[in-house]
């Protein structure tokens, strides 16, 4: 069913090490998206990019650092990440604006 | 700022019993739009509500945009187990259409 590809879908990393999470779309939308979502609370917007352009940028910690090299491609490098950086993050894409978003099945991430 | 509230934050129903969510946001929304999340999987789009006082409805679910364009809600006829999940509703931020607003979600569980 999805278009929106997400690699891997588990991780587990120390507070010292570097990751990324990749997100791939083949919908052929223009606006892609990283999310935060834990338990309890509601989805987190983390960041938008419009036509590869950084768009939103929602006061996320500098520990975490996008990257659009193109309209299909988006990554998510962590770095030095905290026991409470814990969640599923999950990709998103959509045609520009908040329009209906397509997710990808998500990344489990627990840094230990 | 921005809140879109949902209610009941959880449901638990027996199989065949009708099951509702109400979603109230602070401002008037442009669109609404619902999504369902399986456990262990990822939010899927179900429809998007434009019309004030819109219905739509897609087999045994109906889906209501209130008058005001403020409230919707999302209503199932005679659960089945293939409806546990978790449901959010969710609209466009009124200050920057990039972003979309989500509600905490209704888990809704359903006893066969």
């Known amino acids: 069913e999805t278009g929106v590809t997400q690699t891997p879908r588990h991780l587990v990393m120390g507070m010292t090490n570097k990751k990324s999470l990749k997100c791939e779309q083949h919908?052929?939308?223009?606006?892609m998206y990283w999310y935060k979502q834990s338990a309890k609370k509601p989805l987190e917007l983390m960041f938008v990019?419009?036509?590869?352009?950084?768009?939103e940028n929602n006061s996320v910690p500098s520990r975490f650092s996008p990257e659009c090299p193109n309209s299909s491609h988006l990554f998510l490098h962590l770095h030095t990440l905290q026991p409470e950086d814990s969640a599923l993050y999950l990709c998103?894409?959509?045609?520009?604006?908040?329009?209906?978003?397509?997710f990808g099945q998500g990344t489990r991430l627990t840094v230990v | 700022g921005q809140q879109v509230m949902q209610i009941p934050q959880y449901q638990h129903v027996q199989e065949g019993e009708d099951f509702t969510t109400y979603c109230n946001s602070s401002?008037?929304?442009?669109?609404i739009q619902w999504y369902k999340q399986r456990p262990g999987g990822h939010p899927v789009f179900l429809i998007q509500?434009?019309?004030s006082g819109e219905v739509k409805k897609q087999k045994r679910l109906t889906f209501q945009f209130g008058e005001a364009k403020k409230n919707s809600s999302l209503h199932i006829t005679a659960t089945q187990t293939t409806d546990v999940g978790t449901y959010f509703c969710?609209?466009?931020?009124?200050?920057?259409?990039?972003?979309?607003?989500w509600g905490l979600g209704t888990s809704l569980a359903v006893n066969p």
């Open positions: 401002t008037t929304l442009s669109n």
């Open positions: 998103a894409s959509s045609v520009t604006g908040a329009h209906k978003a397509f």
């Open positions: 969710a609209g466009p931020n009124a200050g920057n259409n990039r972003k979309l607003i």
């Open positions: 919908l052929g939308h223009n606006a």
């Open positions: 990019y419009s036509l590869e352009e950084r768009v």
């Open positions: 509500l434009v019309k």
